[in-house]
């Protein structure tokens, strides 16, 4: 424990290399490009159920009900 005590004690403070308000914003950004990406494919499924459709039976499968 005195190692530790010690130890900590020479560390100094370090200084950011921005203010604490950038990494914020640069999380704000990388958040809403997500979202934005995630919006993207909002509804992808019901665009191409017909194509579900036609796959199921042409290989004997189950029909499907438009969608999930």
Do not use: C, Q
């Amino acid at each position: 424990m005195l190692f530790v005590t010690a130890v900590l004690a020479e560390v100094g403070h370090t200084e950011l290399p921005v203010p604490t308000i950038v990494y914020g914003l640069v999380a704000l950004i990388i958040f809403t490009a997500l979202g934005v990406v995630m919006w993207s494919f909002r509804d992808v499924a019901n665009r191409h159920s017909a194509k579900s459709a036609a796959y199921a039976k042409a290989h004997g499968g189950a029909p499907t009900h438009g969608g999930h």
